[in-house]
């Protein structure tokens, strides 16, 4: 195991507004979900540094509109080198607050590094298109183009569960399309928050471009989404704050990346013996506190026997415990709420007639592994989220059936399908009512620039650089009259 280089010594924390270090009046204190040791304490922030926050966002919104991409495009190169650098810090600071095993937390950083390096890119290529206006009888002798233009200030609201990455699906397009950033992370992982704040202080990024304000996410949200100021939010979490932000938030434009129940098909011509780590890895992955979380599996019949024995056997080896240890694979739950919510999750289903293939205990506030068996759909543990170590597996008795029990969902964020069949592979991709389909993959598959969202309470808008460079940006027409 590794030592830890966090300080732990200097446990007040500061909130940082128009590029100062700004001291709180309120603190709470913060918990390691592993050990409930206190960690740090954090700054809930007032109603009056939330406004100055906001207004350091609302003033320099002209000096990053008015930057050139290659600039913004710079600070963002040097934000992801400056967190290469920092590599190990990042993945500890993550362990710590989230209590992600440290070698997961080591691939998040990885991917928070990719990207910031896309939207350093893609700064580079937003652009619009010219129209053929004499297209149109009225039209002719005139030219028509398209640019895309900043929206200004954007509310950018995150989760604990990829605090790092997620953060960057916000600031890294915000900042790439010359927009200004009122970052609120999640009160349980601020420290990876304040630790990206001190690094785009150092990359060159004008201050009041990006302000951290923590606190509650109803207060500080509220004030965010009632901000004139605000042009934006920008939100991933829970599908019940995301419902709840939409309904507030009047003509603002809001992007939702919410949860999901996600299923996996496999067909009975599948190589189980290649699957199933991809399957244990889906389901187990950062505790299932992942919103495309494996959390449905719908097994041909012909094969269920010998995949469900392959899998908890599989699951019977994955090492539990201690987030900053390098073997660990599966840790604590983000908090004891969380760990007695699952635990009655899982016995409401026995009590009607589901079965534990393995796990359904914990040790400490890390819930083992489960496997549920003939859990019915109408269960918690299948139509919730269940965000924790928690895997349903039932018998299909045609990719047919399992496409309908996929799509009998109030979610929709990711799905996949193992079969080697052509024909059956793109009919599923047609069928299936969700934002992304993984054909011959677990729906718990994400790279940085691909498009990724989802439908039904899943959200709506899309991230991946590209996409929400779309969503922060307003198209401008300029028609030229030539005659
Ligand atoms: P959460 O409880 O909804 O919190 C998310 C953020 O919203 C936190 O910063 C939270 O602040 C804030 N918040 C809470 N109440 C609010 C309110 N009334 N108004 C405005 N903001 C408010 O979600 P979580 O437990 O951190 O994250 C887990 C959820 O995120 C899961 O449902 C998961 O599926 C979803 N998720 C979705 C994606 C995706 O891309 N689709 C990715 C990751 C996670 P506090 O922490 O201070 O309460």
Partial sequence: MKNATVNKEDLKRKLFINGEWVVGEEHAALFSPYSQEKIADIPQATSYQIEEAINAAYSVREIMASMPSYKRAEILENLSSLLKKNEQKAAEIIALEAAKPLKTALGEVARTIETYKFAAEEAKRIHGETIPMDAAING?????FTSREPIGVVGAITPFNFPMNLVAHKV?????????????PASQTPLSAYFLAELLEEAGLPKGALNVVTGSGRIVGDQLIKSDKVKMITFTGSPEVGISIRNKAGLKKVTLELGSNAGVIVDKDTD????????????????????????????????????KNRFISATEKLVCGDPLNMETEVSALISPQDVDRSLQWIREAVAEGAEVGIGGKTEGNVLLPTVMLKAKQHMKVSCQEVFAPIVLIN???????????????KYGLQAGIFTTDIQTALKTAKELHVGGVLINDVPTYRVDHMPYGGVKDSGTGREGIRYAIEEMTELKLVIFNQD
Avoid at 172 to 183: E, W
Avoid at 400 to 405: A, D, F, S, T, Y
């Fill in 140 to 144: 002719e002798n005139r030219i028509g």
């Fill in 272 to 307: 189980l013996e290649k699957i199933i780590p991809r399957c244990i890895m889906g389901a187990f992955s950062n505790q299932g506190q992942v919103c495309i979380s494996l959390q449905r599996i719908y097994v041909h019949e012909e094969i269920y026997e010998q995949f």
């Fill in 172 to 184: 890294g397009p915000a900042i790439a399309s010359g927009n200004t950033i009122v970052l609120k």
């Fill in 395 to 409: 018998p299909i008795s045609s990719v047919k059936e399992g496409i309908k029990l996929i799509n009998d969902s």
